[in-house]
C-alpha cells in the first residue's frame, strides 16, 4: 500500500483510504485512552504482568485465528521472529511495565509519561540519522525534557501535597523507550504483510513473554482466582475487546499506513481522555506540579508532532 499524503487531493481509493485512517485514529484515540485507568481497575485485584498477559495472549489467539480464516498464508520464521521482537519491547517492555507502574502511581500520571514516546522517537531518530531536527523539534525535545523533570522532582516530593513513587516513574519512563524503540523497529522489519497477522503474532509472543516474566517474578503465588472482583473481570474485558484487538490493531495499521507524525498524536489525545475518566471514574487528582507538566508534556508533543509535519511538507 501507498502511504497517505493528507495535504494532497486524492481519487477515490484515496478517499477510502483516508476514511479507514481517521476510524483507526479515532479507536486509538478513545480506546488507548481508557486503557490506563483499565489497567488500574484490573491490577487492583490481579497481579500485573500476570494479567497482561492473559490479556495479550487471548487478543492475539483470537486475532491470529481471524487472520488464518481471511489468508491461509503461514508466517515465516523471520516474521516470527521479528514479530516477536516488536511484541517484547512495546508488550512485555512497554505495557506490561506500565500496568506494574500504575501500582505505584495514578493512571493519569502513566498517560502523561507515556505521552513523551514521540519524544524518545526523535531522539532515537536523531541518534541513528545523525540528522539535525528542526527548531521546532528541538524545543520541543526540551519541553518534553522539563515536563519529565517536573514529575520525578515532584517523585522526590516537589512541593505538592503529595509525591509520586520514583521507582514507578522511573518504570514508566523505561516502558516509553521501550514502546518507542519497538515502533520504530516495527516500520522497517519484515513482518507479514496482513496488520491482522502482524499483530497476532506479537501479541502471542508477547503475551507469553509476559506470562513466563509473571512466573519468574512470583505473580502466580499472589493469585486468588476467588478474590478477583467483577470490577477487574471488566477491566480486563475491556483492555482485551477494545485495549488490544481493536485499539493495537489499528496502531500498527496506523503505522504502516499513515504519517508516522500524524500517528503520534495519539500521544497528546490519549492523555486528555486518561485524566478525564481518571478524574471522573476514579477520584484521581493533578496537584500543582502534576498540572504543570501535564501542560508542557502535551504541549511538547503537539510541537513535536507540527514540527515534524511541517518537516516532512
Same mark, same amino acid.
Given at each position: 500500500?501507498?502511504?497517505?499524503?493528507?495535504?494532497?487531493?486524492?481519487?477515490?481509493?484515496? #478517499?477510502?483510504?483516508?476514511?479507514? +485512517?481517521?476510524?483507526?485514529?479515532?479507536?486509538?484515540?478513545?480506546?488507548?485512552?481508557?486503557?490506563?485507568?483499565?489497567?488500574?481497575?484490573?491490577?487492583?485485584?490481579?497481579? /500485573?504482568?500476570?494479567?497482561?498477559?492473559?490479556?495479550?495472549?487471548?487478543?492475539?489467539?483470537?486475532?491470529?485465528? %481471524? !487472520?488464518?480464516?481471511?489468508?491461509?498464508?503461514?508466517?515465516?520464521?523471520?516474521?516470527?521472529?521479528?514479530?516477536?521482537?516488536?511484541?517484547?519491547?512495546?508488550?512485555?517492555?512497554?505495557?506490561?511495565?506500565?500496568?506494574?507502574?500504575?501500582?505505584?502511581?495514578?493512571?493519569?500520571?502513566?498517560?502523561?509519561?507515556?505521552?513523551?514516546?514521540?519524544?524518545?522517537?526523535?531522539?532515537?531518530?536523531?541518534?541513528?540519522?545523525?540528522?539535525?531536527?528542526? /527548531?521546532?523539534?528541538?524545543?520541543?525535545?526540551?519541553?518534553?525534557? %522539563?515536563?519529565?523533570?517536573?514529575?520525578?522532582?515532584?517523585?522526590?516530593?516537589?512541593?505538592?501535597?503529595?509525591?509520586?513513587?520514583?521507582?514507578?516513574?522511573?518504570?514508566?519512563?523505561?516502558?516509553? &523507550?521501550?514502546?518507542?524503540?519497538?515502533?520504530?523497529?516495527?516500520?522497517?522489519?519484515?513482518?507479514?504483510?496482513? /496488520?491482522?497477522?502482524?499483530?497476532?503474532?506479537?501479541?502471542?509472543?508477547?503475551?507469553?513473554?509476559? *506470562?513466563?516474566? #509473571?512466573?519468574? *517474578?512470583?505473580?502466580? #503465588?499472589?493469585?486468588?482466582?476467588?478474590?478477583?472482583?467483577?470490577?477487574?473481570?471488566?477491566?480486563?474485558?475491556?483492555?482485551?475487546?477494545?485495549?488490544? &484487538?481493536?485499539?493495537?490493531?489499528?496502531? &500498527?495499521?496506523?503505522?504502516?499506513?499513515?504519517?508516522?507524525?500524524? %500517528?503520534?498524536?495519539?500521544?497528546?489525545?490519549?492523555? %486528555?481522555?486518561?485524566? #478525564?475518566?481518571?478524574?471522573?471514574?476514579?477520584?484521581?487528582?493533578?496537584?500543582?506540579?502534576?498540572?504543570?507538566?501535564? &501542560? +508542557?508534556?502535551?504541549?511538547?508533543? !503537539?510541537?513535536?508532532?507540527?514540527?515534524?509535519?511541517?518537516?516532512?511538507?
Amino acid at each position: 500500500m501507498k502511504q497517505v499524503t493528507l495535504g494532497k487531493e486524492a481519487p477515490a481509493t484515496g #478517499s477510502s483510504k483516508l476514511l479507514k +485512517v481517521g476510524i483507526a485514529l479515532f479507536a486509538v484515540y478513545l480506546f488507548w485512552g481508557g486503557t490506563y485507568l483499565g489497567m488500574k481497575v484490573a491490577i487492583e485485584t490481579m497481579p /500485573p504482568f500476570l494479567m497482561a498477559g492473559i490479556r495479550f495472549l487471548i487478543a492475539g489467539a483470537v486475532l491470529y485465528v %481471524v !487472520a488464518r480464516m481471511k489468508d491461509r498464508t503461514k508466517p515465516s520464521l523471520t516474521e516470527w521472529r521479528n514479530a516477536g521482537i516488536v511484541g517484547a519491547m512495546l508488550l512485555l517492555g512497554g505495557n506490561g511495565i506500565v500496568a506494574w507502574a500504575e501500582q505505584k502511581v495514578p493512571s493519569s500520571i502513566a498517560s502523561l509519561l507515556v505521552a513523551a514516546v514521540p519524544l524518545w522517537m526523535i531522539v532515537f531518530n536523531w541518534m541513528g540519522s545523525r540528522k539535525k531536527p528542526n /527548531p521546532g523539534i528541538i524545543l520541543g525535545v526540551i519541553l518534553g525534557l %522539563v515536563g519529565i523533570f517536573l514529575l520525578v522532582w515532584q517523585s522526590g516530593g516537589g512541593t505538592d501535597t503529595h509525591g509520586f513513587d520514583f521507582i514507578g516513574i522511573a518504570a514508566l519512563i523505561v516502558a516509553s &523507550i521501550s514502546w518507542s524503540a519497538g515502533s520504530l523497529f516495527s516500520r522497517t522489519a519484515k513482518l507479514p504483510s496482513s /496488520p491482522l497477522l502482524s499483530t497476532a503474532l506479537q501479541m502471542i509472543v508477547g503475551g507469553l513473554l509476559l *506470562l513466563m516474566f #509473571s512466573f519468574v *517474578l512470583g505473580d502466580w #503465588s499472589k493469585l486468588d482466582v476467588a478474590q478477583i472482583s467483577l470490577r477487574s473481570y471488566a477491566a480486563l474485558g475491556y483492555l482485551i475487546v477494545f485495549g488490544s &484487538i481493536f485499539g493495537y490493531t489499528a496502531y &500498527i495499521w496506523l503505522l504502516k499506513n499513515a504519517d508516522p507524525a500524524l %500517528v503520534s498524536t495519539y500521544a497528546f489525545v490519549n492523555p %486528555v481522555v486518561a485524566v #478525564s475518566l481518571g478524574w471522573f471514574l476514579a477520584g484521581e487528582q493533578l496537584g500543582g506540579h502534576s498540572l504543570a507538566a501535564a &501542560i +508542557v508534556i502535551v504541549a511538547a508533543v !503537539a510541537i513535536i508532532t507540527i514540527s515534524g509535519k511541517k518537516k516532512k511538507a
